[in-house]
C-alpha cells in the first residue's frame, strides 16, 4: 500500500548547526506535502507546507524541499535552537485526507 | 480559547469499561478528524467529519470505536468495552475547509491508558 515514511528515526545535531530531516513518500498523485512539529505533551502544530507544483519553499528558519522525481521530501532548519526539539511529521495529502509519517525525533545538543 | 480543545486530558479505565472522549473545533472550522498516536509511533487516522457528509470512518479499527458530531461542531469519540491495546493518545484536529487542502489545526490531545 501507499506510505510516507522516513529514513532517520532520531536526529541530534549542534544547536546554532542546520537540521535536515528527510522524508520519503509513495504516492506520486499526492498533491500536498506538509511538515508538523509536535513536542512532549501536545499535539502537532504546523510549521510549512508546498504543493506539488513547487520544489522548494522558505518560512522563517525553515525550508522544505519537494524532489517529485524521486519522491523525496526534506526540511531543513537552520541554526538549530533548543526549542525545535521535537518530534517532526511528514505527511503527503490528497485533498481530504492526509497520511502521516512515522516521525523522527530530534534532538538539540546545547 | 481560539484553539481546538480536547477533554478529558487523562483518561485511566478498567478494560471493559466504555469511554467518551470530547472535541471542541476551532470555531468556523467544517473538517474535524480524530486520530490515534500510540507511545513513539506516527499518527493514525481514525475518521473524519466534513460538515453534513456522511462521515469517513475507514480509520476506525473495529466496531467497538464511534463517533459523532453534533450540530457541525463539537465531536464525540466512543470506546465500547475497551481493551489494553485501546491505550494511546487521541488526536483531534479541525481545518477550514477540507477540499482546499488546508492546514489541519490539532488538539492537545487526551492520553487514554486501559488498564
Known amino acids: 500500500g501507499e506510505s510516507v515514511g522516513l529514513h532517520l528515526p532520531t536526529l541530534s545535531v549542534q544547536e546554532g548547526d542546520n537540521s535536515i530531516i528527510n522524508c520519503a513518500y509513495s504516492n506520486s498523485a499526492s498533491d500536498y506535502f506538509i511538515w508538523y512539529k509536535q513536542e512532549s505533551g501536545k499535539g502537532p502544530q504546523f510549521i510549512i507546507d508546498i504543493r506539488s507544483n513547487m520544489d522548494k519553499r522558505q518560512g522563517q528558519r525553515v525550508t522544505v524541499l519537494l524532489n517529485k522525481t524521486v519522491k523525496h521530501l526534506s526540511l531543513q532548519i537552520a541554526a538549530t535552537q533548543p526549542g525545535d526539539s521535537a518530534v517532526y511529521f511528514c505527511?503527503?495529502?490528497?485533498?481530504?485526507?492526509?497520511?502521516f509519517g512515522p516521525g523522527t525525533s530530534l534532538s538539540v545538543i546545547p | 480559547g481560539a484553539g481546538v480543545s480536547q477533554s478529558p486530558s487523562n483518561k485511566v479505565t478498567e478494560k471493559g469499561k466504555d469511554v467518551e472522549l470530547r472535541c471542541d473545533p476551532i470555531?468556523?472550522?467544517?473538517?474535524l478528524y480524530w486520530y490515534r498516536q500510540s507511545l513513539g509511533q506516527g499518527l493514525e487516522f481514525l475518521i473524519y467529519?466534513?460538515?453534513?457528509?456522511?462521515?469517513?470512518k475507514s480509520g476506525l479499527p473495529s466496531d467497538r470505536f464511534s463517533a459523532e458530531r453534533t450540530g457541525g461542531s463539537v465531536s464525540t469519540l466512543t470506546i465500547q468495552r475497551t481493551q489494553q491495546e485501546d491505550s494511546a493518545v487521541y488526536l483531534c484536529?479541525?481545518?477550514?475547509?477540507?477540499?482546499?487542502?488546508?492546514?489541519?489545526?490539532f488538539g492537545p490531545g487526551t492520553r487514554l491508558t486501559v488498564l
Open positions: 505527511a503527503e495529502g490528497d485533498y481530504d485526507k492526509v497520511i
Open positions: 470555531s468556523g472550522h467544517t473538517a
Open positions: 467529519f466534513q460538515g453534513n457528509s456522511a462521515p469517513d
Open positions: 484536529a479541525s481545518s477550514l475547509w477540507s477540499r482546499q487542502l488546508v492546514t489541519q489545526y
